[in-house]
């Protein structure tokens, strides 16, 4: 696939499957054996079954997350995204009550595209800016005092 072609599937991804909830465009833009790598996450998540759950677990959470693409740089197989995010905490996520909070978060995911489909991601956020944003964790100013 040309590098366009590319970051228009990892853009539908984003656009489609995260802000449209619809996690059945899953099946169509990634691999069986797809793996999300993301040190935030203590395991990989595998499969198409697997994204679908990832996404369900964190659009039930913050039920209206938007992710905007700042930037995507494509070269060979690879799809590079900056990206950000807003959402509203509204629902429990890993163990963490709704809080109310209005979230903002950034990231990259580095995608590989094999066959036409997404066959892994590795992503890079700020998963610890969520954490404070949330109240789980004492804002910088508050730890070191």
């Avoid at 499957?17 to 040190?39: C, I, M, Q, R």
């Amino acid at each position: 696939m040309a590098a366009e072609e590319n970051k228009a599937l990892v853009r539908r991804v984003f656009e489609e499957a995260w802000n449209g909830a619809d996690f059945n465009v899953f099946d169509e833009t990634n691999a069986p054996d797809y793996v999300l790598h993301d040190p935030s996450v203590p395991e990989e998540v595998r499969g198409i079954e697997g994204i679908k759950g990832f996404a369900s677990m964190f659009v039930g959470a913050f039920p209206d997350l938007r992710f905007a693409i700042e930037e995507q740089i494509a070269e060979g197989d690879k799809v590079l995204t900056r990206w950000s995010s807003s959402a509203t905490h509204r629902g429990e996520l890993m163990g963490i009550a709704p809080t109310g909070s209005r979230t903002g978060v950034s990231g990259m995911t580095l995608s590989h595209i094999s066959g036409g489909k997404v066959a892994e991601d590795w992503s890079n956020w700020d998963a610890l800016g969520l954490m404070g944003q949330l109240g789980v964790i004492p804002p910088p100013e508050q730890a070191q005092a």
